[in-house]
């Protein structure tokens, strides 16, 4: 059974960088979708970047582009997400998720195996 477990969230102020890891275990050799969401209280779940674990295609939401990058590590079983210029706005628990489907999907409820998620802070 996978599982994902995120590390590297914190508090930094509105311009500074932050860098998130996502490293799975008991994935098999399958390539999959690996998709960082995040939640802010009371809203919903909001897709910020994808990785298709077999040929790296990436993919961002226009909140985030020219400031997140997701990137592979360790083979398959790793999943950095490098934050940059970030905002108030981007303060938010972040997660990383497995997708269940060929593809890369945006909808949450595509995404089976959930991290524990990791609080992002950003202050003005």
């Known amino acids: 059974q996978v599982q994902l477990v995120e590390s590297g969230g914190g508090s930094v102020q509105a311009g500074g960088s932050l860098s998130l890891a996502c490293v799975a275990s008991g994935t098999t050799d399958l390539d999959y979708c690996l998709g960082w969401f995040r939640q802010a209280p009371g809203k919903e779940y909001e897709l910020v970047a994808t990785?298709?674990?077999?040929?790296?295609?990436?993919a961002y939401a226009d909140s985030v582009k020219g400031r997140f990058t997701i990137s592979q590590a360790n083979g398959k079983n790793t999943v950095a997400l490098q934050m940059s210029s970030l905002k108030p706005e981007d303060t938010a628990k972040y997660y990383c998720?497995?997708?269940?489907?060929?593809?890369?999907?945006?909808?949450?409820?595509?995404?089976?195996?959930w991290g524990q998620g990791t609080q992002v802070t950003v202050s003005s």
């Open positions: 990785i298709w674990t077999g040929d790296s295609s990436l």
């Open positions: 998720a497995e997708g269940d489907r060929a593809i890369c999907t945006l909808d949450p409820n595509n995404y089976k195996t």
